[in-house]
């Protein structure tokens, strides 16, 4: 095979294997649902639809999920000052993992008038996978707490998951089935190791990349050298 050959050769071969490195990164996927939720109230039931959204991110040896509303959902009577509401969630694990995920945040940062929709803050826990697969988070019960009363709210359409992650959990160990974030763990995830594939720009994702350009740059360089191997022997 001549040199000009052999280079084009070496460079094809560097960028297929990019190609295949690229294609190795796992995957995540995630979709902001319309959950229709019912709550009973201190004062009846109330409805109300809201998107939702939960994202995956690698945090230590598990990953920190976090669900966002997009619309208030339910409402008070009175006024809610800052800091008079609590809220609370559990996300539904499906897949390769199963159970719920809790996940919290912060109580309101301003006063709710009455009679508004209550905007929930965005909730989060911690999941660390138990088992390797693809694992699905849904939006399961919301619960929000006020002025000593306790007000529950469940979806009533049967949400698709929002999220859906490809985790590894530690040891590698094969869960015979699909997995979903949050891990399915009741008290928040408290299972070990996993690779994150996030929902936005995956850590993981990146590395591959870069790993895949270092391939395809060492490929090409061996093909320069070879090429300049051919000069020099072709002048003596």
């Known amino acids: 095979m001549s040199y000009p050959k052999r280079t084009a050769a070496l460079a094809s071969a560097a960028a297929l294997a990019g190609s295949v490195v690229l294609l190795a990164a796992p995957a995540a996927h995630a979709d902001v649902v319309d959950v229709n939720y019912r709550c009973q109230t201190p004062i009846g ?40 509401m609590t809220p609370s969630a559990t996300i539904r694990l499906g897949g390769a993992d199963s159970g719920t995920l809790a996940v919290s945040g912060p109580a309101n940062a301003a006063a709710i008038p009455a009679n508004t929709p209550i905007k929930i803050s965005d909730l989060s826990g911690t999941y660390t996978p138990r088992k390797t697969g693809k694992v699905t988070f849904t939006a399961a019960t919301l619960t929000i707490k006020a002025l000593g009363t306790t007000t529950t709210c469940a979806p009533t359409n049967g949400p ?19 997995s979903s974030s949050s891990g399915g763990s009741s008290s928040g995830g408290s299972s070990s190791g996993g690779q994150l594939p996030q929902t936005g720009p995956a850590d993981s994702a990146v590395a591959l990349g870069t790993l895949g350009g270092t391939v395809l740059l060492a490929g090409a360089a061996g093909a320069l050298w070879l090429t300049r191997r051919g000069q020099t022997a072709a002048r003596r």
């Open 45 to 84: 039931v109330k409805s109300a639809v809201s998107p939702i959204d939960i994202k995956g991110v690698r945090s230590g040896g598990g990953y920190k999920i976090t669900m966002s509303w997009q619309k208030g959902v339910s409402s008070s009577p009175v006024e809610l000052g800052k800091g008079a």
């Open 160 to 178: 698709k998951p929002s999220l859906t992650l490809d985790v590894t959990a530690a040891g590698g160990s094969s869960s015979g089935g699909s």
